[in-house]
């Protein structure tokens, strides 16, 4: 049944997704604003909120893709089904008539051979029911930029939701600049949020490509949420959105920044174009200025003494012929652990447990990742003072 009060203050179950394996980060974020999660599964939490709710998740959350608001759960067995169910929601309190809205959806059942039928058959049913009330309809399209609806349907169970978030949030909008192979923001944060790194000591970035991982660590260290590096979301074009609500949740994250006290980050790469895209990519976040990039091998790395975090993410040798070059890499990774940063948590993000081997040190935790489709692990290495080394 469709609320009576209006989204924007009625609580609601909302399922904020994420990619596979992220979800303990996500859990870890989404508690930490003081919001109760009701389950975890392996790509985003449940809780209830409202949409008012919705938008500082939005603004806050570091590791998630979407932040989707219920709408309406129900039994479905075929598209013409799908298309009656949909009619039931009063879409004019929720979509201005001459707006713009998307259907996105993920569909697994045997009468749907292409989810685009599907989002048809919702966008038809919105259509037709904002005709009913008005003679103007809405415009429809791919976009993510205005409301957006999303579908989940899984055998006879089907559920439509309001996407307060539109483009992903997984993306934190300043690597304008990618690189060669790069690590998804959200990613690269939910490796950084697992690891034992405590937000003040050292961290250090060898073989650090176009900077994903050093900036994300200048972002969390500093308190920069996402919600500072853009200015749209689906959440602002549902109507009865109230600006106000948005500019206050905006203020707070301005006046949570925190400027570190002789925090120290480094990043390095050999590839003096990398360092260059990786400065860009800094300087578009607001933390060039927090990180001391330098153009070296990983070995020649400087490494501070004191505690701190090193973290890797080499090559995985995905092409045929590169995994026997990269065992002499990951060996010489190994080496550097143990020659040059006792005292620190070392860390390597790999998508090839075989090479891992060649650092030839015994992980103290393995933590399972995804990254694109490549099945990953983040090692930790405890590099001890001393003969435990």
């Not at 997704?17 to 392996?42: I, N, Y």
Request: with cysteine.
């Amino acid at each position: 049944m469709f609320v009576a009060m209006g989204v924007f203050e009625t609580k609601r179950k909302v399922v904020i997704t994420c990619h596979k394996w992220l979800a303990p980060a996500l859990q870890q974020e989404v508690e930490a604003l003081g919001f109760k999660t009701d389950r975890v599964f392996q790509t985003g939490v449940e809780l209830m909120a409202s949409v008012n709710d919705c938008i500082r998740l939005n603004l806050n959350l570091r590791t998630a893709s979407q932040v989707m608001y219920s709408l309406k759960s129900f039994t479905c067995n075929d598209p013409d089904e799908l298309y009656r169910q949909t009619l039931g929601i009063p879409w004019e309190r929720l979509i201005a008539r001459n707006g713009y809205f998307s259907v996105t959806s993920n569909v697994y059942h045997p009468t749907i051979s292409t989810n685009l039928y599907a989002n048809l058959r919702v966008k038809d049913a919105i259509v037709d029911t904002m005709r009913r009330a008005s003679a103007i309809r809405p415009s429809t399209g791919s976009d993510l930029v205005a409301v957006v609806v999303n579908l989940f349907w899984n055998q006879d169970q089907a559920e439509l939701f309001l996407d307060t978030s539109g483009e992903s949030l997984a993306r934190h909008g300043y690597r304008k600049l990618p690189g060669t192979a790069p690590m998804l923001e959200a990613l690269a944060a939910a490796t950084i949020l697992r690891t034992r790194w405590d937000k003040q000591s050292t961290f250090i970035n060898p073989m650090c490509g176009s900077g994903t991982l050093a900036i994300e660590a200048a972002l969390i260290a500093t308190r920069r949420m996402p919600g500072l590096l853009r200015d749209n979301y689906a959440f602002m074009h549902i109507l009865d959105y109230e600006p106000e609500v948005y500019r206050a949740e905006l203020e707070l994250l301005h006046n949570a920044v925190q400027e570190p006290n002789g925090l120290r980050i480094i990043a390095s790469d050999i590839s003096e174009k990398a360092v260059q895209i990786a400065r860009v990519n800094a300087a578009r976040a607001g933390v060039e200025e927090l990180i001391d990039f330098q153009v070296c091998d990983f070995a020649e790395t400087e490494v501070p003494d004191g505690e701190g975090v090193v973290m890797i993410n080499p090559e995985y040798g995905e092409r045929l012929g590169e995994e026997t070059a990269l065992q002499e890499t990951y060996a010489r990774i190994g080496d550097f652990f143990k020659k040059r940063c006792k005292g620190k948590t070392a860390y390597v993000f790999t998508g090839n447990l075989d090479l891992a081997k060649s650092v030839r040190l015994k992980p103290s935790r393995r933590m399972e990742f995804l990254n694109a489709k490549i099945d990953c692990r983040l090692l930790e290495y405890e590099m001890y003072e001393g003969s435990r080394g």
